[in-house]
C-alpha cells in the first residue's frame, strides 16, 4: 500500500520552530518530487515549499528564509524545518509525492494536480 505519513506537528509559540517528517512506505521517493502544502481554516490549500530528487528547493514567498526543506532518500522521508513560526503558519500541513516528469512537478507556484499521493496532514498551531 503506498502511502504518505507526516508527523512532527503541534502547538508552539510565537518566534518558535518545528521540524515536520513526511515518512513514505510502499513506493520509494527516488523518483519523485515532493511538496509540502497547508490549508488553514476557512482557506484554500497553498502550497509551500518543493524538492525534486536532484535537491533543487523552491518556496512561497511568505516562508523564504524561515522555512527549509530537505530529504533523506536513505530513510524514504523528507523533512520540513519551520522556523521564525507566526500565527499566520497555523495550518494543516500535507505532504504530497509528484513522479519526476517534463514540465518540472516541483515549481512556484506549487500545482497540487500534479502530485499522486498524499498524507492526511498534521497540525501545526502557533501562538501569539
Known amino acids: 500500500q503506498l502511502q504518505l505519513v507526516e508527523s512532527g506537528g503541534g502547538l508552539v509559540q510565537f518566534g518558535g520552530s518545528l521540524r515536520l517528517s513526511c515518512a513514505a512506505s510502499?513506493?520509494?521517493?527516488?523518483?519523485?518530487?515532493i511538496g509540502w502544502f497547508r490549508q488553514a481554516p476557512g482557506k484554500e490549500r497553498e502550497g509551500v515549499s518543493c524538492?525534486?530528487?536532484?535537491?533543487?528547493?523552491k518556496y512561497t514567498d511568505s516562508v523564504k528564509g524561515r522555512f527549509t526543506i530537505s530529504r533523506d532518500n536513505a530513510k524514504n522521508t523528507v523533512y520540513l524545518h519551520m522556523s521564525s513560526l507566526k500565527p499566520e503558519d497555523t495550518a494543516v500541513y500535507y505532504c504530497?509525492?509528484?513522479?519526476?516528469?517534463?514540465?518540472?512537478?516541483?515549481?512556484?507556484?506549487?500545482?497540487?494536480?500534479?502530485?499522486?499521493?498524499w498524507g492526511q496532514g498534521t497540525q501545526v498551531t502557533v501562538s501569539s
Open positions: 504530497a509525492a509528484g513522479r519526476k516528469s517534463f514540465p518540472p512537478v516541483c515549481t512556484v507556484p506549487l500545482r497540487d494536480s500534479r502530485y499522486n499521493y
Open positions: 510502499g513506493f520509494t521517493l527516488d523518483y519523485y518530487d
Open positions: 524538492i525534486t530528487r536532484d535537491i533543487l528547493t
